[in-house]
């Protein structure tokens, strides 16, 4: 069974739309990866509830509460992933449940915490345009939609939503040749990548900076935020210039670090605080979720979050 922590309360916010996937995931431990032409022994066996889409809806409504909402499709045996969402919060009432297995993730865990994961995407990939348009006419200008690239029609999405005036926040992964070549990034109000999906999406294969300029010049009208791993986070937008480093925690599981981070980021601009203070809360926010095994799981309550800064700062 997938597990959740309901939120309370929060902040008033401009309604957050989260166009994106929904997974089981299947998360088995082993010393080291397994290679080409190789057969491993897993040393443990887990199910959590997951997929971008999914963790980064909860990481949203668990750092503000409310007014966040979940569009995407889970198939028949998908019901513990929408009481997933439910139970942190997330209004499902423009979820879908379609015929067929939900998306699904196998996911590798080291000694090291380090995860490689494979996604098959089921229901994830089965969303039609008539469908889309019928929640996107529920939101508006100002409000935010975040989406990945684990579910079908973004192109689709992204040029719909930019038509009613919403603010795109893109998380480009899994990075492709066609989200590269063929999405219509311009209209991202916000990139938020790692450094391999900057490299990717720059062309640059220099140091961090270097890319973050590079991603700065291909999207001036953006704000570019760029997790670079255990360095921290560096951000751009216009001549501004900002960095924050890791809070230093136990690594026991780094399968949903991104997501959280990305989560308590678009939350925090939401609530109208600066980008500043939104790194800063969602590089504690995604400390917190290493240092927890599990995707969904692992994600911290505003809570949690606010005494950790108290005490780390």
Request: net charge negative; hydrophobic share 40%.
């Amino acid at each position: 069974m997938c597990s959740a922590h309901q939120t309370t309360g929060g902040d008033d916010l401009n309604q957050i739309l989260n166009f994106g996937s929904l997974n089981q995931d299947r998360t088995y431990h082993v010393k080291e990866f397994v290679q080409a032409g190789e057969t491993i022994l897993a040393q443990g066996y887990e199910e959590f509830c997951g997929g971008k889409g999914l963790n980064q809806s909860i990481a949203a409504a668990r750092a503000a509460g409310g007014a966040v909402y979940h569009g995407g499709a889970v198939g028949t045996d998908g019901a513990g992933l929408v009481e997933a969402l439910k139970g942190s919060g997330v209004d499902v009432r423009y979820l879908q449940t379609l015929e067929g297995p939900s998306g699904h993730a196998i996911i590798q865990i080291n000694e090291r915490g380090q995860n490689c994961i494979i996604v098959y995407g089921g229901t994830n990939v089965k969303l039609t345009r008539p469908y889309i348009d019928g929640v996107l006419d529920n939101f508006g200008a100002g409000d935010f939609l975040i989406l990945q690239n684990e579910i079908n029609e973004v192109p689709y999405i992204m040029e719909r939503a930019h038509r009613r005036g919403m603010r795109l926040v893109f998380n480009p992964s899994p990075i492709t040749k066609e989200l590269c070549e063929n999405y219509p990034l311009d209209l991202v109000e916000y990139f938020i990548l790692n450094e391999i999906e900057g490299a990717a999406l720059s062309g640059v294969t220099g140091s961090n900076q270097e890319v973050l300029e590079g991603l700065h010049k291909r999207f001036p009208d953006a704000a570019i935020v760029l997790t670079v791993g255990d360095q921290g986070v560096l951000y751009a937008r216009g001549e501004e210039r900002l960095s924050r480093g890791i809070y230093s925690v136990p690594v026991v599981d780094t399968t949903a670090a991104g997501d959280t981070f990305c989560g308590y980021f678009v939350a925090a601009l939401a609530q109208g605080l600066p980008a500043e203070e939104g790194l800063r809360r969602a590089s504690a926010a995604a400390a917190l979720a290493v240092s927890v095994m599990g995707a969904a799981p692992s994600i911290p309550n505003e809570s949690q979050v606010s005494a950790f800064l108290e005490e780390r700062g």
